[in-house]
């Protein structure tokens, strides 16, 4: 038999047992909500830095966008610089929406005349030496347009870029002030274009300042570089751009916008094969 001063230790010390475990299980169990408090707060806080960066594919698109306007009037100059010979040319361009523009050579006098017409995904090219228009065929897209490092894909497949390519943000960079968004544009399975990849830096106000063409196997193959942006039209557009193959440092081709109006009305017939031919502007 216990005497009492035994019992009353034993109940003391199974009280303290008690408690001692209580406080053992509502410390782990406090720990467990504060652990579970902080990975929500980390969670909210991935999510919302998730929410906040920028959509790549929305970008491309409207710098596309921003240059196209609702419709659009220019002139600009092409260099064409070769090692042993150089050529140059002004041109007047006329765009309305995304899937209608025209190309119309203005000088030297002996190019006068020579024109691009463009309707959805189709080319014609008109040559007034031969007073013929010609539709450009699928097996000549990847030619040089005009003789230059532009080929005929780059004017006509433009939205490509859009519809064709999943988009990913790759860096974002700070250039002059403004923040650049460098993109990366993968062809999609089934998508019918000639590049293994594209790479685009977009200037937070819609600007493209480098576009990147590389083939199958990753490699480089040219450049579309921006080398000045001024106000030209009531905003700021790239106004001078080199376009230039890797294997070729000492051959490019530059494009040297003098004006530019943007949202203008055009005739109803200004994006006909007619008006190709018989310019009535």
Not at 44 to 73: M, N
Not at 160 to 184: C, F, M, P, S, W
Request: aromatic share 8%.
């Amino acid at each position: 038999m216990l005497d009492g001063s035994v019992r009353l230790r034993l109940n003391c010390d199974t009280r303290i047992a008690r408690r001692a475990s209580r406080d053992l299980i509502e410390t782990h169990m406090s720990s467990k909500r504060i652990a579970g408090s902080l990975a929500f707060l980390l969670f909210l806080l991935c999510s919302g830095a998730r929410a906040q960066q920028p959509d790549a594919a929305a970008i491309i698109k409207a710098a596309i966008e921003y240059w196209r306007d609702v419709s659009s009037y220019a002139v600009f100059d092409m260099h064409i610089h070769r090692p042993d010979w150089q050529r140059s040319m002004t041109m007047r361009v006329w765009t309305r929406g995304d899937k209608e523009s025209l190309v119309r050579v203005s000088a030297p006098p002996k190019d006068a005349g020579n024109g691009t017409l463009l309707l959805d995904n189709d080319m014609w090219s008109y040559n007034p030496k031969i007073n013929r228009v010609i539709k450009i065929p699928s097996s000549m897209m990847n030619q040089s347009w005009m003789g230059s490092d532009f080929s005929n894909n780059d004017l006509a497949k433009a939205d490509d870029l859009i519809d064709q390519y999943r988009h990913t943000l790759l860096a974002t960079e700070i250039h002059n002030g403004h923040k650049l968004y460098v993109i990366e544009a993968v062809p999609k399975e089934t998508a019918p274009v000639v590049w293994g990849r594209e790479v685009v830096k977009v200037r937070d106000d819609y600007i493209v300042l480098e576009h990147a063409f590389y083939d199958q196997s990753n490699a480089l193959v040219k450049q579309l570089v921006t080398t000045e942006v001024k106000m030209l039209g009531g905003k700021m557009i790239a106004a001078r751009e080199r376009m230039q193959r890797v294997d070729k440092p000492d051959e490019w081709t530059d494009i040297v916008t003098r004006e530019a109006r943007f949202g203008i009305p055009l005739p109803a017939n200004t994006f006909t094969l007619a008006n190709l031919r018989n310019p009535r502007e």
